[in-house]
């Protein structure tokens, strides 16, 4: 048996053959058995596409570098099956996928559904930690706080099987898909792109959600030219589990109405969804015809190149937030004046966009050697920063051990006992799991 080539999702289909397509994406750590309730209605009409992300559900274990990267995967996919155009629904991830797609490829897409999405998930830090927690800890510690994050707390008591279902849906992902997946997460940002969705997009988002939550989804509809909002009252982020028959009657008349029909701009308007039977519909004020646009911060005028080529800056940027996490950074950038301006736009340029861009040596390699070299030069106050971001590079808990021990030989004992301490908080903090 040949193995499945790595650009290829593990997939299934339901309804009729030659129905219209409907594509429905899962959340980072479920699987396509998160959309089992809305299947038998939806096949009816459309020939249900479902797909497992990477490692998740026992599909083959190939890390996807970004939300860019699984897009390109499900439309490979979907070109080896013959699939052209087609309706997509997508929950969290998965509604980032179907944001990617909109703006790649909207050629291929029909009409659009984002359940529980944003055009930013939280901050790069929080995923990159989180990824820093799987790789210390397995994914056990996720697992048994996601209904946590999924449901609303009446539903967790009232269902425990499905309770249960969750954890072990979460439990068997593949631990390196699932960091990589919380890379993609910490690297997804379309919020000044919004505007170029031109395909209608229902969104919809579960009242109680505390992850991606009413504020998120109303960004989402701002932003895009033809959306409506719906809100599924008593529902968490995992509103497709929770609100089963809700979510399935939204479905249904958003792709009934847009795929069939001429869309109708419905911007403004919102659904309030009961738990159970059909949408009442509430009129709001409409907006003006040109909603606010989304906040950008200008880009601040950097001076004279001093070193490398004209892209250094951006680039260094990029890497000094992946490694060392947003926050440090923007501290640090925030405490430049103008007397030490130059001086962050030049460690930005020449260290992290030329040194730690360079291919000789892969990123864990480099903090390794950051950490051997701030450790021989004394410089304590900087070894936190780089413990944190060795930790974001990929390096383990007992790796970065080894590496200390070593400085103890080359070093000096004091300095090496100093190095541990630093170290074990920032390791304590960084790995300890949520709550």
Not at 18 to 37: C, E, F, K, N, Y
Request: net charge negative; charged share 20%.
């Amino acid at each position: 048996m040949s193995e499945t080539p790595s650009n290829i999702l593990q997939y299934r289909f339901d309804g009729p053959d030659q129905a219209p397509v409907l594509i429905l994406g899962p959340s980072l750590g479920t699987t396509w058995h998160m959309w089992d309730r809305q299947v038998p209605e939806l096949a009816k009409q459309w020939r249900v596409f479902r797909f497992d992300l990477p490692g998740h559900g026992g599909a083959p274990a190939y890390p996807a570098a970004s939300v860019s990267d699984l897009a390109t995967r499900l439309l490979a996919t979907l070109d080896s099956l013959g699939v052209q155009r087609f309706g997509y629904v997508g929950c969290a991830l998965g509604g980032a996928i179907g944001i990617e797609l909109a703006l790649r490829h909207p050629e291929r897409l029909a009409s659009l559904a984002l359940i529980a999405a944003s055009p930013r998930f939280g901050t790069a830090d929080e995923f990159r930690q989180r990824g820093v927690v799987v790789r210390t800890n397995g994914l056990d510690p996720i697992a048994r706080t996601s209904p946590d994050r999924w449901f609303t707390s009446g539903f967790a008591a009232a269902q425990p099987a499905i309770t249960e279902w969750a954890v072990q849906m979460v439990r068997t992902t593949d631990p390196g898909c699932y960091i990589a997946l919380c890379e993609a997460l910490a690297t997804f940002d379309v919020r000044a792109e919004l505007g170029r969705i031109g395909v209608p997009t229902l969104v919809l988002v579960g009242s109680e959600d505390q992850v991606t939550g009413p504020a998120e989804a109303r960004t989402l509809v701002a932003g895009i030219r033809d959306a409506r909002l719906a809100v599924v009252p008593g529902a968490s982020h995992l509103v497709p589990v929770e609100q089963p028959a809700a979510v399935t009657d939204l479905l249904v008349r958003h792709f009934s109405t847009t795929w069939q029909l001429p869309f109708e701009s419905t911007t403004g308007q919102m659904m309030v969804v009961p738990p159970q039977g059909q949408p009442v519909m509430a009129a709001m004020a409409a907006p003006p015809p040109q909603a606010a646009p989304i906040a950008e911060i200008a880009p601040v005028e950097q001076p004279e190149q001093l070193a490398g080529g004209p892209d250094t800056y951006e680039i260094g940027l990029k890497i000094r937030r992946e490694v060392l996490g947003d926050a440090h950074v923007d501290g640090a950038l925030a405490e430049a004046e103008d007397f030490s301006g130059d001086f962050q736009d030049f460690l930005t340029r020449y260290a992290w966009g030329e040194i730690w861009d360079r291919p000789g040596l892969d990123r864990r390699t480099r903090s390794c050697v950051a950490l051997a070299a701030l450790v021989a030069g004394g410089h304590f106050e900087d070894l936190a920063a780089h413990t944190r971001g060795a930790l974001r590079s990929g390096l383990t808990p007992d790796e970065i051990k080894e590496v200390l021990l070593q400085t103890a030989v080359h070093c000096g004992l004091p300095a090496a006992g100093k190095a541990f301490r630093v170290a074990q908080q920032v390791i304590r903090e960084e790995t300890t799991p949520p709550v």
